[in-house]
């Protein structure tokens, strides 16, 4: 199927689909809480196959010659009206002795139009290099390949456009891609599918997850964090499956920046043609020389950090269509007192429910997941800014680092609340470091508090003993604790379908399943007249 049939793909198919999903008679959120379900890990239908992809696979490898562009992608700004187009050229180096590219050699030009007329359109943006550097003896250093981001502007809304990317002056430009645009936000526009998942690595699961992406024609793909898995590697290429495991000598932890080369010209398909907004986790933090963070992370993609008042890329919000996103992150201060709250602050303050009556948020690791794996890890992120996600009423939030599928009731507080958010773990992309399957409340399973806290995450101990409730006394619950309503330990991926200001069908895909039967699904109900009102809003 060519690039331009898979953005006009809602002819039969799509039309057949959706007259199903409206007619269909599935649960809703307002017959919750529903009763806790737990399906039973089957090694016998696990079809996983946590092996990365190496790097003489063909689908990675740099295919471009000279200063060609490569590891396209295009990724929402702040509203429907702006893109950015972002792509890399020249090669990366990696070794003791690397020179950096000259980012002035070549231009960063995008040319395009709507689709059917000519590409008349031209817009120019800016270049860099970024570094992996380590100041250890025996470390390679890394130095990227030429990054270019250019924005547009002033599109319509609702629209599929065209183009392609390079310099024009040394006839370096791209094959042509193809995007839509985002409706205009009112309660009564929105994209068609927003496809969510995270952990996606670079697996034999990944090429699963990434056929089903394209297939499900997605308008928006929302990654949660767990990209590339890099940092699953030492500098000199040796990877594991569990990095402290294996290289708990390394005085760094180091990564191995080619993967995220691999991974960009893996994904290009998807990610230069439908608009992607991506949550940095904790693999992407990759620490280097003079305490640098999210450096690839930060370089190689385009955020509407600037667009929506922030300072961070790991940090910011954007509209699309009648929802509005807050992107969120817990590996940068978070407290009361931090940047990114009192942005969060004034984001939420800023929100008109009139005009983007859903509100999502998204960050990497989940507060209510009932895994034994990263269980309660993020406590106190969740103890700072819980109570203000629930005051301005939050209607859905998701989440990764978990490798498994997780649904919650309605919850606040660790209490069912129908007010509270909906808790959606898609930690399930991929990852080379396997499914989860352990819950906390199975048998001789709760961890001991004093080992969740995440270092990375800091803000000191958070992870007390339940004080009220069925659990109350205890660190973990004896049995699935009832604000988890689903959860199941496969490989796969969400569609979130809003269907109007009150109603957005939710679908969870199997990977081992046919592409459209989802192992999960149901209306996610808003009350606002119940809800807002007794929030404050």
């Not at 183009?163 to 370096?172: L, M, N, Q, R, V």
């Not at 990564?255 to 904790?282: E, H, I, S």
Request: with cysteine; hydrophobic share 30%; aromatic share 14%.
């Amino acid at each position: 199927m060519g690039l331009l049939s898979f953005l006009t793909f809602p002819l039969f198919l799509s039309l057949l689909w959706r007259l199903i999903i409206v007619n269909a008679n599935f649960p809703t959120t307002l017959e919750g809480p529903f009763k806790p379900v737990t399906v039973p890990f089957d090694n016998k239908t696990y079809h996983g196959n946590a092996i990365d992809l190496p790097d003489t696979d063909p689908q990675v490898q740099r295919t471009v010659q000279g200063f060609e562009s490569e590891q396209v992608s295009v990724s929402l700004s702040s509203d429907y009206d702006s893109v950015w187009i972002s792509w890399i050229t020249g090669d990366s180096q990696i070794g003791d002795d690397i020179t950096p590219l000259d980012p002035e050699s070549v231009y960063s030009v995008v040319q395009y139009g709507i689709e059917g007329s000519q590409m008349n359109y031209e817009e120019v943006g800016y270049s860099f290099v970024y570094n992996q550097l380590y100041p250890f003896e025996g470390l390679q250093n890394y130095t990227s390949g030429i990054i270019h981001h250019v924005r547009l502007t002033g599109l319509e809304p609702s629209t599929l456009y065209q183009y392609k990317c390079g310099d024009p002056y040394t006839s370096a430009m791209s094959d042509v891609f193809h995007f839509r645009t985002m409706p205009p936000s009112s309660p009564t526009n929105y994209p068609h599918r927003v496809a969510v998942v995270g952990d996606l690595g670079l697996t034999y699961n990944t090429s699963t997850t990434f056929s089903h992406l394209l297939s499900n024609h997605p308008d928006l793909l929302v990654l949660v964090g767990g990209i590339s898995y890099a940092d699953m590697y030492l500098t000199n290429g040796t990877g594991s499956d569990c990095y402290p495991c294996s290289f708990d000598e390394s005085p760094i932890h180091e990564t191995y920046q080619p993967r995220w080369d691999y991974w960009g010209r893996f994904m290009q398909p998807l990610v230069a043609n439908v608009p992607t907004v991506l949550v940095g986790g904790k693999h992407e933090i990759e620490p280097q020389a003079e305490d640098q963070i999210f450096v690839s992370y930060s370089s190689r993609f385009a955020f509407p950090s600037e667009e929506s008042g922030s300072s961070s890329s790991v940090y910011y919000s954007f509209n699309a269509g009648g929802i509005h996103f807050v992107i969120l992150n817990p590996y940068t201060y978070y407290d009361k007192s931090s940047d990114q709250y009192k942005w969060l602050e004034g984001d939420l303050y800023n929100v008109n429910r009139n005009v983007t009556p859903w509100l999502v948020a998204v960050w990497y690791p989940s507060w209510y997941s009932t895994f034994k794996a990263q269980y309660r890890e993020a406590e106190c992120m969740r103890v700072e800014m819980e109570d203000l996600l629930y005051e301005h009423g939050v209607d859905i939030v998701f989440n990764g680092h978990v490798h498994a599928y997780e649904r919650s009731n309605r919850v606040y507080n660790y209490s069912l609340d129908p007010c509270g958010p909906v808790y959606i773990t898609v930690g399930d992309g991929g990852s080379r470091e396997d499914i989860a399957v352990t819950h906390a409340d199975d048998p001789d399973e709760c961890p001991d508090p004093s080992t969740t806290a995440d270092l990375d995450i800091g803000s000191g101990f958070c992870g007390f003993n339940f004080t009220s409730g069925p659990a109350a006394g205890s660190f973990c619950w004896n049995r699935q604790p009832e604000y988890s309503a689903y959860r199941e330990s496969s490989f796969g991926h969400g569609i979130l379908e809003v269907k109007n200001e009150t109603h957005a069908l939710w679908s969870w895909h199997r990977n081992r399943d046919y592409y459209e039967t989802a192992g999960d699904i149901l209306y996610i109900v808003r009350e606002p007249v119940r809800c807002l009102a007794n929030q404050g809003n």
